[in-house]
């Protein structure tokens, strides 16, 4: 089964930018649909944006869009969220999971696979 580690956390100032990327283990990553979501303290995991197998479909939520942005390369086996004007309330552990069926969905519980989690701290 493909394992996901995440990487690019870390702690930014109010209206500063990170790019958070997610590596797969295998090669059929490339088919898979893939997905960011963030998990504050206290809260339910929500859904930020996603993408599909071959790019071609992305999603985002209300409170990202315009400042996120998803992309991929499958030659490296890798999903990046690029993070910008970051805001105290995008604060999370940003989580990437992957969707076997190539979709890319808003739902968390389409997703079968996930990684482990980076943090993200915006201070103000």
């Known amino acids: 089964q493909v394992q996901l580690v995440e990487s690019g956390g870390g702690l930014v100032q109010a209206g500063g930018s990170l790019r958070l990327s997610c590596v797969a283990s295998?090669?059929?990553?490339?088919?898979?649909?893939a997905g960011w979501f963030r998990q504050a303290p206290g809260q339910e995991r929500e859904f930020v944006s996603a993408?599909?197998?071959?790019?071609?479909?992305?999603y985002y939520s209300a409170s990202v869009h315009r400042r996120f942005t998803i992309s991929r390369d499958n030659a490296k086996n890798t999903v990046y969220l690029q993070l910008s004007d970051l805001q105290s309330e995008d604060t999370a552990v940003y989580y990437c999971?992957?969707?076997?069926?190539?979709?890319?969905?808003?739902?968390?519980?389409?997703?079968?696979?996930w990684g482990q989690g980076t943090q993200v701290t915006v201070s103000p």
């Open positions: 999971a992957a969707d076997l069926t190539g979709l890319g969905s808003t739902g968390k519980d389409d997703y079968d696979v």
């Open positions: 295998a090669s059929a990553f490339s088919r898979y649909g």
């Open positions: 993408i599909s197998a071959t790019g071609g479909q992305t």
